[in-house]
């Protein structure tokens, strides 16, 4: 009865109690040590139960670093390994479709006569075309100039000799070549001669060209092959940029065949 008596005045004092100690038993001595180290900084070096921690956060973002490394070097290995493959395949294909076989005779802008023998040792970038093309010459020859000043820009790069070749020997005399090409580049050699000469050295190069109707002034456009050929220190026909190709990826070319040229001739 006194127990039932003093039951209320316990309930009302039941929040003002302070909470009482975890029994001692093993499932509670764990959960109260557990509460105790979590509320304390853990030793450098260990971990939450006095246990030795694994790699800092700092040695484990390097490790993955230096994988992610070494992985972005092998993936671009077999890139430039793949695409050294591929220009050696190209250039095999383009030496077996015989462009650019045989010797050539033609005058240049100061009236020399010139041959192919004549630039044996030199890189050639080579465009035919002629000089009364009202936009598509103009630009191309723009285009090579900008190669061969990017080249040139470089040291340690052999120098690559500008030429322009005419389509048009009827009206593109050496003085007139010599008039154009010095819009251009100081160094662009213009290449002329009679008909039968610039149509040998045309089919050499596998170059179309024709001359279109003349109208009242006789004035004729002449369609041909628009592109521009590259030809190594061997005088060997190496590879060729269609209109499409920029300056940039044409000297990104031209830069790829230089690091793998072995002459043949030797």
Request: hydrophobic share 40%; charged share 20%.
């Amino acid at each position: 009865m006194l127990l039932l008596a003093l039951a209320p005045r316990a309930w009302l004092r039941l929040p003002q109690l302070k909470p009482l100690a975890l029994p001692s038993t093993r499932g509670g001595e764990s959960l109260h040590v557990k509460c105790r180290f979590s509320s304390r900084q853990s030793p450098a070096g260990t971990g939450r139960q006095g246990q030795p921690q694994g790699p800092g956060l700092r040695t484990r973002l390097l490790v993955t670093a230096l994988f992610g490394a070494g992985l972005g070097g092998a993936w671009l290995a077999a890139r430039a390994k793949k695409e050294q493959w591929r220009q050696q395949q190209r250039t095999e294909a383009l030496r077996q479709a015989a462009v650019g076989q045989g010797d050539f005779s033609l005058l240049d802008h100061q009236g020399h006569a010139r041959c192919k023998a004549d630039f044996r040792g030199q890189w050639v970038l080579m465009y035919f075309g002629f000089t009364h093309c009202p936009d598509i010459c103009p630009d191309e020859l723009e285009k090579l100039v900008q190669v061969v000043r990017q080249l040139e820009a470089e040291p340690g790069l052999p120098p690559v000799q500008p030429v322009f070749v005419t389509v048009d020997p009827e009206r593109d005399n050496v003085e007139a070549m010599a008039r154009y090409v010095q819009d251009f580049h100081p160094r662009l050699l213009g290449l002329t001669g009679s008909a039968e000469q610039v149509a040998q050295v045309s089919r050499s190069y596998r170059v179309y060209y024709s001359a279109g109707p003349k109208d009242e002034d006789q004035d004729y456009i002449v369609d041909h092959s628009i592109a521009i050929y590259l030809l190594s220190p061997d005088g060997l026909f190496t590879d060729y940029y269609g209109r499409a190709r920029s300056a940039e990826q044409i000297a990104d070319s031209v830069r790829r065949h230089m690091a793998t040229f072995r002459s043949v001739l030797h």
